[in-house]
T-cell receptor
Framework: DTAVSQTPKYLVTQMGNDKSIKCEQN?????MYWYKQDSKKFLKIMFS???????INETVPNRFSPKSPDKAHLNLHINSLELGDSAVYFC?????????????FGPGTRLTVL | LAKTTQPISMDSYEGQEVNITCSHN???????ITWYQQFPSQGPRFIIQ???TKVTNEVASLFIPADRKSSTLSLPRVSLSDTAVYYC????????????FGSGTQLTVLP
């Protein structure tokens, strides 16, 4: 059983388009995250939700909007895609919102903006 | 903003012990140190976590000096399959505060 799953795995799109990435966890965790990993493997947190409430919102363009319909799902919608948005996006979850909690990552979504 | 610092890359040979050090000078009292491993085309996965002194599990050991301003991940007798990126993360045990993963250390194990 996949603990943290993301769809799609690959996403190729044109500049200016709007796209969404979905994430689901079946671990019963309270907290979920979105990370962006660039080509140099720099892994940076973007957002964190705890029980559907936004608790971490790093400096991310307003074009990125997370949505958590329930605590098992955290989706990422991106408007007006730009070339610089090309990266691998990882979803993760943890039992609680404590920074020291072990995080469980999904397989990643490789976004390519042309 | 406090951050962690690791070497960008390291090379080793099969069968050797590898030590990767992470610097976290501004670590706070409630912070724990966690190491993650990431293989190509996969998400990071937990390896080991510690607060102070030494922690050992079936995969690795984690050494943390008394001042806790650094930590060293030790991988005994590495094999080719240990080639991966290793990230050090410092996170608060009582709040949501955590430091960024950064770029990690690319470990390449050579035959």
């Amino acid at each position: 059983d996949t603990a943290v799953s993301q769809t799609p795995k690959y996403l190729v799109t044109q500049m200016g388009n709007d796209k969404s990435i979905k994430c689901e966890q079946n671990l019963g965790h309270d907290t979920m995250y979105w990370y962006k990993q660039d080509s140099k493997k720099f892994l940076k947190i973007m957002f964190s939700y705890n029980n559907k409430e936004l608790i971490i919102n790093e400096t991310v363009p307003n074009r990125f909007s997370p949505k958590s319909p329930d605590k098992a799902h955290l989706n990422l919608h991106i408007n007006s895609l730009e070339l610089g948005d090309s990266a691998v996006y990882f979803c993760a979850s943890s039992p609680t919102s404590r920074g020291a909690d072990t995080q469980y990552f999904g397989p990643g979504t490789r976004l390519t903006v042309l | 903003l406090a951050k962690t610092t690791q070497p960008i890359s390291m090379d080793s040979y099969e069968g050797q012990e590898v030590n990767i050090t992470c610097s976290h000078n501004n670590i706070a009292t409630n912070d724990y140190i966690t190491w993650y491993q990431q293989f190509p085309s996969q998400g990071p996965r937990f390896i080991i976590q510690g607060y102070k002194t030494k922690v050992t599990n079936e995969v690795a050991s984690l050494f943390i000096p008394a001042d806790r301003k650094s930590s060293t991940l030790s991988l005994p007798r590495v094999s080719l399959s240990d080639t991966a990126v290793y990230y050090c993360l410092v996170g608060d045990g009582s709040s949501a505060r955590q430091l960024t993963f950064g770029s990690g250390t690319q470990l390449t194990v050579l035959p």
